[in-house]
Nanobody
């Protein structure tokens, strides 16, 4: 059974940093593309970042490029999202997602992912 469990969310001041983690179980971690999405109240869920299992390439939404970094800790089957210089507009529930089949052109779309975590809340406020 595939399970994704996120952690690391919380309250941080603007300009601060947070590190989100997503531990994957029940999957061959290195064979899956892993991604982070987020959803703010009243808004649709949006792509944040992904890391390809085939190439190791990483992709980012324009809104987080240069501030967020996605990486894998393979021995721990964990995908990490390092978030720096946080802004109030980054406040959202952050979700981890996994897929063994999504292609590069579809990585930004929710429909490409079959497995999701329960989400972790990030609030950026002074």
């Amino acid at each position: 059974q595939v399970q994704l469990v996120e952690s690391g969310g919380g309250l941080v001041q603007p300009g601060g940093s947070l590190t989100l983690s997503c531990v994957a179980s029940g999957v061959s971690f290195t064979r899956y593309t892993m991604a982070w999405f987020r959803q703010a109240p009243g808004k649709e869920r949006e792509f944040v970042a992904s890391t390809s299992q085939r190439t190791g390439s990483t992709f980012y939404a324009n809104s987080v490029k240069g501030r967020f970094t996605i990486s894998r800790d393979k021995p721990k089957s964990t995908v990490i999202l390092q978030m720096n210089n946080l802004k109030p507009e980054d406040s959202a529930v952050y979700y981890c997602a996994a897929s063994a089949t999504v292609i590069q052109s579809q990585m930004r779309f929710q429909s490409g992912y079959g497995y999701w975590g329960q989400g972790t809340q990030v609030t950026v406020s002074s």
